[in-house]
């Protein structure tokens, strides 16, 4: 399949002529007229049908050909009048017009994202405009003493003539006969750059630079994750005209930050409403602009800030925000988020807002908004609040948000160093004879913005016949006008030329789109939330034997548990524990530590511990309390973490108690942080604990045996007897008897259990309980050699 024909492009200093499948368009704003005179000596070689076209084109915009013969026609002319104009400027390589250079068949590229790296000029000049504007204007001739400085230069000499240098020489007045044009020797220097402030300047050309930079921080401020992405955006906010030919130049020694490969961009062309953009990222953000901290206190009554919670009590809290600007410049619309959970309740503001600041509190979310942040500035906010923890489970104190723009700085450290592009202008000179001096033309060079966008003139070379000759008739530096849109011009000072033909010049031309620059940088921080650890621990208390016979001394081993259940480490602990009369209070010594199952050595590991017994005495006839403390646990066993279990072991010995009496050894533990905060009060009835009965037990029992011979020889059948006539339950009883060596079981009713010890078999019968009243018949069957005597059978019993 063949290709589509390329379009035909020319670009000339009035406009665009476009060609494309017999369609020709011409997008300007110069009349037929006008161009037919500046283009006279290329139109003059045209056929009547040529210039028909461009007549019709020039009036409609848009014009069919149907002829090939007369488009082939037509280009020639075309490109006769392209390499007639002589642009002052070179268009990049997709557009086809140079200097020089008539247009090929390259098709035109509309966007260029990514061109071939190559030097490109920093300013870009604009064709020529070659319009002879016909000025019916009087012009008084130069005064005779300018006469006389050109009297002595021949024609061939006459060069440049900078006006702001000679205009002040000249005078109109009384001025009679036809003046020789003073010749002024050129000045050949540099046209160079020159600065100008454009900051300010409305432009519909947008040229942005825009970071984003998110950090994920801890709550002690460090970094767990930082991300900047950048974007260079060029915008046409315009409605009505093109840019085209933009360079974008960054500083060089600041692309090294980024993951930009080059520091020049070239754009062919932005149409109304488009857009171009580059994003890039930032290489290895290390620093937050801010510094912020959140610091929570539950216990106000100390000055040092404490996190400790207790369940189901409600405690008064205090939040504080703190804010400094680390930058030496100032940040703007920062707004931090703090999201409340539905715990927290009487939220409200302490002391007040900080100047430039603002305060919202709706569902939960604080708002704090902060206008402007001066460098090295700190503000804080403070907020008391109520809560009530449900449960022993920490409790979350809510994210933090935190963004703000930065329109100074940006973490890349990128600047433009230059923005240039053309948008729609038309310049040219106008060429009035002077009415009573023939052959002497009144000059003046005009600049005119035909676009949306404000267009700064820098400067203009005026050369005589073209812009190939190396004769410059007048140089205007250093202009750095701005040019605004809706058809605001330039016009230079006059100058006068005499030559019997009309004269013509080339131009060469410094100017471009005056842009509006920006930069801002977008800062969001996310603070992890931090949790209020809950103190709590659970104790229990546990007894070697439940009972205790009446009037027999006994011995009884205490065991105390306190188990950490908490997040928050104990470091400190109180214990109070409650000896009943009839007991024997135990000494220090005789108290065991141990930690997670391991004994504790009280001297070797120097744990800093206190005790005390009231009365501090061994009489069993009062009651006694124990008072232990075990503080600074940190700094020798370490605090007591979450899950850690610390055991007291001692032995009581009960003398003689009473029958009936019911014993309780109620114990209060109370625990603290190592920071001391609100304590934890474990009361008598928070503790697992049980009691000891003292019970009268008087034992009633019938024991007896009886044999009988079996029905065979050498069997005999036992029967046991065992009645409990007391009135308490024996507990874990064992019934056993012993059977000569001679002879073997053959059955037993229960079941028994067979063992060997010395001369005999014992066999045992064991049960749980035996109630008061209940009696109990075992029966079992042996069979041996010899005689088995009655007096040989025996029975035991234990419980």
Known sequence: MDSDPPMKVFVLSFGTIELLDGILVIDTDLSYKTFEKEYIEVLSQAGKDIKKILKNTFENGEYEIKDSIKEDLLLEVLEKLEAYDNPSFNFSETFEPSKGETSSDEPIQTEDLEPPEQEEPDIFEEPEILENYESEMLEEPLQSTLEDQAESKSENERGAVDLQDVLPTINLEDTLGKPEIPEFPVEEEPMLPTEIDTEGVASKFLVQLTENADFKLDHDQKIQDATVTGKILLKNSGKNDRIWDINLNLDKSKIRTTSLKQNHFHINELSPGKTWEQDYTVRNPKKVPILFKES????????????????????????????????????????????????????????????????????????????????????????????????????????????????????????????????????????????????????????????????????????????SSDKKEIVFRTINEIIYPADDEWRSQEWTVIDEDVPTFGKNMKFKIVPSTTKSLIVNISIDEVELPLLWAEVRKTYSVPEIASYVDTSVEVKTSIINQGDAEINELTIKDFIPENFIPPSLDDIKFLLNGKVLDKSKQKIELYFNREPDTDDSSEPHQLHIQLVNLQDSIGAIKKKSKLELQYALKAIKPPPDKVYTFPITVTANTQSEGPSLEITPDMVENSEIKVTHRRRKLTVGKSVFPGDATGEYEILMVFKNRGNTPIENAVISDLVPTNFKLLTSEPKASISEIETKTLLEWKFDVIEPGKKLEITYKIKGTGEYKTSDAEIFHKG
């Open 296 to 467: 929570i206190d539950t216990f106000l009554e100390n000055s040092e800030e404490i996190h400790t919670l207790i369940p189901k009590q409600e405690t008064v809290l205090e939040f504080n925000f703190f804010l400094e600007n680390q930058e030496n410049h100032e940040i703007t619309n920062l707004k931090l988020e703090k999201e409340f959970p539905e715990a927290f309740t009487s939220l409200k503001l302490i002391d007040e807002i900080p100047s430039k600041t603002e305060l919202e509190f709706e569902d939960q979310i604080l708002t704090w908004k902060v206008l402007s942040l001066e460098p090295e500035q700190a503000i804080n906010l403070k907020i008391q609040g109520k809560i009530s923890p449900p449960s022993i489970d920490n409790i979350k104190t809510g994210p933090i948000r935190i963004s703000f723009t930065n329109s100074n700085d940006l973490y890349s450290t990128l600047m433009f160093e230059d923005v240039s592009s053309i948008s729609k202008n038309m310049y040219y000179i106008e060429k009035d004879e002077k009415v009573q001096f023939p052959n002497n033309w009144n000059c003046r060079f005009i600049f005119e913005n035909k676009s949306e966008f404000p267009i700064l003139l820098e400067n203009a070379e005026i050369f005589s016949g073209d812009i």
